[in-house]
């Protein structure tokens, strides 16, 4: 929205925005953060108590949810995963808006 001049100011991830700008966006970052703090984590990971889900390894075969590709969270799951030996290949990525990621959840929903 800022690239189109519909806001003025507005909040993104920093990788996100250099995407736009790379796009072509006419924007600039003049403050990024993100930091992860126990009482404010920058992503959270959840799943169901009776998923069988103990290790990453257990993950694979699985179907994880998020909010978008092409940005933090994907980077660094997948990151995360290879280098605790899984390989992201092996699960099922579906995106989901943020608001139905802990319902689907709930729901057993695929």
């Known amino acids: 929205m800022v ?3 519909d806001i003025d100011f507005g909040t993104r991830m920093a990788s996100l925005t ?7 966006a006419d924007e600039k970052i003049i403050s990024a953060g993100n930091e992860t703090l126990p009482q404010a984590p920058h992503m959270k990971y959840f799943v169901r108590k009776d ?3 103990k290790h990453l390894k257990d993950l694979v075969g699985k179907t994880i949810g998020m909010n978008g590709f092409g940005a933090c969270a994907e980077y ?7 280098e605790h030996g899984v390989d992201p ?12 990621l802990e319902q689907a959840l709930d729901q057993k929903t695929n």
């Open 51 to 53: 998923s069988g889900i």
């Open 76 to 82: 660094v799951t997948k990151k995360y995963l290879r």
């Open 3 to 5: 690239g189109t001049g």
């Open 18 to 24: 250099i995407s736009a700008v790379a796009g072509g």
């Open 89 to 100: 290949s092996k699960i099922k990525w579906i995106a989901m808006p943020n608001e139905q």
